[in-house]
T-cell receptor
Framework: AQRVTQPEKLLSVFKGAPVELKCNYS??????LFWYVQYSRQRLQLLLR??SRESIKGFTADLNKGETSFHLKKPFAQEEDSAMYYC?????????FGTGTRLTIIP | DTEVTQTPKHLVMGMTNKKSLKCEQH?????MYWYKQKAKKPPELMFV???????INESVPSRFSPECPNSSLLNLHLHALQPEDSALYLC??????????????FGPGTRLTVL
């Protein structure tokens, strides 16, 4: 069975401060990890995928197979980063989401 | 067109009603999905269609009946639902079956209320 754990339901960070949203996973094969984001009144959308190793909106995430983690980071938070963030694992032909972290940026 | 559309946006139905949710995409995607999302919870997979064939049913009760008439359309037929089925129903699509199916494009959802 595959599982994704996001330990923080809520996270508040001051504008300009660093952000780290934690994600750990459990999967027996080679995982594909993603971060999805849902801004207020918008649809769920892909933010990052581990395969592309890109930076989107200043966010990066590195897959650490030893620690089975895929934490999302941004060095300087902006107010527009306030949203619901889901870590997700694609395996066994299914996308499994973590419980999500609601990030609030304090002006 | 790079969006997944869903109709209706909202639906209220009684437990004896029959209704359908509709999902459409014109991105040439060949995998389509139905998810159920309860308040303050993540989306939960219900069904996967690949090349218009049902490939995954996550033990969903038979009162939910999916249909994929063609590669652009996905329906979810609802009959004799229970109040606990009230939720946001999300449709998604992705490019192909093997690599890239973790990158899914979501619709805005249909907010369903069962009375």
């Amino acid at each position: 069975a595959q599982r994704v754990t996001q330990p923080e339901k809520l996270l508040s960070v001051f504008k300009g401060a660093p952000v780290e949203l934690k994600c750990n996973y459990s999967y027996s094969g080679s995982p594909e990890l993603f971060w999805y984001v849902q801004y207020s009144r918008q649809r769920l959308q892909l933010l990052l995928r581990h395969i592309s190793r890109e930076s989107i909106k200043g966010f990066t995430a590195d897959l650490n197979k030893g620690e089975t983690s895929f934490h999302l980071k941004k060095p300087f938070a902006q107010e527009e980063d306030s949203a619901m963030y889901y870590c997700a694992l694609f395996g066994n032909e299914k996308l499994t989401f973590g419980t999500g972290t609601r990030l609030t940026i304090i002006p | 067109d790079t969006e997944v559309t869903q109709t209706p946006k909202h639906l209220v139905m009684g437990m004896t009603n029959k209704k359908s949710l509709k999902c459409e995409q014109h991105m040439g995607h060949r995998a389509m999905y139905w998810y159920k999302q309860k308040a303050k919870k993540p989306p939960e997979l219900m069904f996967v269609y690949s090349y218009e064939k049902l490939s995954i049913n996550e033990s969903v009760p038979s009162r939910f009946s999916p249909e994929c008439p063609n590669s652009s359309l996905l329906n979810l037929h609802l009959h004799a639902l229970q109040p606990e089925d009230s939720a946001l129903y999300l449709c998604a699509s992705s490019r192909n079956r093997d690599r890239g199916n973790g990158e899914q494009f979501f619709g805005p959802g249909t907010r369903l209320t069962v009375l």
